[in-house]
């Protein structure tokens, strides 16, 4: 019992990590047709800036408030960077979406090697709070509080999104977007303001991720964002691009498939089960779980 | 006519994938009533009117002058268009089916102006009523009636209205003229549609398309008075046409313009 | 220097194809649009080959397939100078082939382009991997450029290449043609099934369903199943049943020349499919495929047979990269390796005859010579800042992929394309 209670945690605390990714991701796609190779890097620049931010930053530091305000500094940097993404390489190909596929891998080259270049590609371990190093007993059974923090953090982040979705006027825009893009352009909306809001709001969300996923790892290293980003996508396709409440869907079905997959069955076997499940999906439901809607 | 036009296109050709959809349209729009534009399937129709808007898909080339009163549009990109009173009502409704009918309401509204609720709600109580459905949930007539409404939200200098009355029973055809008619004494409308009772109804002058190029234009009613020019130059029969047969949806090669009378006979009236 | 020359006539060729090495801007899509009208009236109208004409390759011509020509008269090219043109454009890229060939036996240094002589066996090496890179991108293109698939998954088929022929030697013990002709019918057949089931979605979703095959791979190899990948140290090639001459340093010159064989083979399948009546439902396909359903073919077969002769031609291309690098390592499995060849084929030209092969041999060029290039004292000497983003090839190569992306949109071979109104000038004032 202790096991299954542990592993659904751990899993879910998995799902958390790629329903942050996975949320802008599709915000992005559902909107803007762009496949973001980038995003990957957004959750790199997150966790270096706030390992960065818990050794240099004023104020901040690897435990209590230090802590939050390090965080804090890693997702504004995810924020800028994924809006600067957007106003830079992506704004002046609109419309051309193989071009911004392009550009966004590009990037992704480009920026993982960066990193490398300025901290080197073995990875350095993350300051991260005592009390996420520690467990706490549920059901009998000893979940590390990182992977909770995880949870907690996906579910607010989870709540704001729809809210904002549901009761402001850009959210009206953005969910408006995803179904016609066009016919927003024609009721007098400059919808590529919607654009840049997205990229910097996926990018703050990845950037989360990194930071919460270094705490999870204990360490934080130029490809993690690489690796994560490939479930992203899988995540994103079974859920439905452009659905946030779609990802959240899949992130469960994938983290949880996965973790029990490759506990009681060989190591690896869980990933594969995620490509299979992608497969059938894909088969029987083209469109994803949600279909091509912002908040269903 | 003597008065200013308020819209003036010049010399429109429009290039998608290689082919012209149309070769050099010019026509104006008078600052008040109902200009028809008229022509058969895949003749350009709506494409003109999205080339006017901007909304000509990448890859597709567009020249020529579009004015609207004595400012030139070229190049603007389609939201400005919109906000400085270029009213659209697509093909299709173009409704958001996963909104409710308040916020397709008000995504509608333009920034800057006091949205017009009560005018919009005047014309179609039923938009009122129905405020938490989702758009997708609307009849085909519900839909159109909210696609209008949302436009007429805001003032505009002009409304491009592209076959309002396409797919909807002739009871709901009849209603749409009836507020289209209304709607068009406070603002001109340059309208796309292929219904003769509703042009005979509505319109004032007429533009003919065919093989993307202007066949005709002048006042509405000399057009249809002869029924052989109607003929020739719609495809169709006049007397007691209740509906031409509905437009299909993507480009066709536009027939050689030598070619253009081919008398297709139609089978109704 | 001889290869601007032949860049150029590369090029010329590719304009042939109706594709101006430029998928993005308005006239490239009308020069597409033209094959593609020329399909849809089924070769009773031969009026859009007019222009074109001009430009038709010897070789293209040759293509048994090929719609009656156009007239004689077409375009106002003086017919002497169209005969010495199309002669060059056929008789070059041979020429090249002999060059290449022939390059093992020269012994010279090009200080700075190469360490050491140029039949020296790590020169050999780093060409021969440069040309199964070219041969490679050029295979990749097939689905790419030329049918506009954008598939994120063709590292899978390479590994298969890579790893089949490793195993298939190593652990099973069997001679070398025995394993190269298992894998390479295993690794087409992959691609088959996998295709046929990727193929059921398109565009952004297909490009999806492909990573996530190829990642399947990735994680196959990396957890060592069955112990027969070797993990993440990789499985070297046990050489002792090898023929010999494929074995030792000595040797490097016989692997290089069948890297070159394999380079030849694929520009020709490739340029063979291209110019046939598939090649052009390809590229109707690439361009509209509406237009391709309405004239009652089937898109998915013809997507399917793209998708399976380009993953046969990346298996073979493993097998050799194999023999080349003497093993196989987990990184032929990582999408990048996949992103990599994207970025070989925009960065010469997508859809053109020579620019992904350019594209691939440039690549694997600089990502080798950037590492060496990086650690020079040129570059150490510069302020950190600079040193060291310069030191890693992939941001440098990652960065000139972006801005060939904005500014070269149709790759290496369009920039001659946009020369030729400078060289028609040239020859104008001579004639």
Redesign the interface.
Known sequence: MSTIVLLTLTGLGLAALYFLVASGLSLVFGLADVLNFAHGLFLSVGAYATWWAAGNLPGAGPSGFGFVLAVAFGVAAGAVVGMAVELVMIRPLYSRTIEQVLVTVGLSLAGVALLQATWGADPRPFPRPDWTQRVTPVLGAKVPNSGILLILAAVLVLAALLGFLRYTRYGLVIRAGVENREMVTALGIDVRKAFTLVFAIGGAAAALAGALGGVYFGSVSPSQGGSLLIFAFIVVVIGGMGSVVGSAYAAVAVGLLQQFVNYYGTSGAGDICVVALLAIVLLLRPQGIAGRAATT | MSETPILTVADLSV?I???HILQGVSFTVAPSGVTVLLGRNGVGKTTTLRAI?G?TP??G?VRGTVRLGDRSLAGE????L??DGLG?V?EDR?V????TVT?NL???E??GGVPAYDRVFELFPELKRRGRQRAGSLSGGQQQMLAIG?VLL?DNRLLLVDEPTKGLAPKVVTEVAEVLERVAVAVPVLLVEQNLAVVRRLADDAVVLAAGRVAWSGAADELLREAELTRSLLGVGVAGEPHAPAATA?VSQPVPAESAPVDREVSAG | MTGGDEVTGGAGVSGGDGVTGDGVRGDGVTGRTEETGRLHRAGSDVQGRTEEAGMTTGLKTAVADNPPAAPPTAGSVPVPRRNWRSALRTWSPLLVLLVLAVLPYSTVSVPGVFDGPLNGPGTLQLLAICLVFGGLAAGYDLLFGRTGMLSFGHALYFAAGVYGTDILVTKAGLPLWQAALLTLVGGTTLAALLGAVALRTAGIAFAMVTLAFAQVGAILVARDFGGLTGGEEGLSLDVSGLPAMLVGVGNTVNLYWLALAYLALVVFVVHRVAGSPTGRVLAGLRDDERRIGVLGLDPYRFKLLAFTLAGGLATAGGAIYCLLVGGASPHVTSSELTLSLLVMVVLGGPGTRWGPVLGGVLYMYLDHRLTAFGTSSAVESLPGVLSGPLSQPLFVLGTVFILAVYFFPGGLTSLSTRLTPFRRLRTDRSS
């Open positions: 290039r994938a290689g082919l808007l909304l990448r890859g080339e990109p389609t939201h400005r919109v906000r659209y697509p173009c958001f089916a996963g909104l916020e008000r995504l509608a333009r920034r949302r805001n993507g």
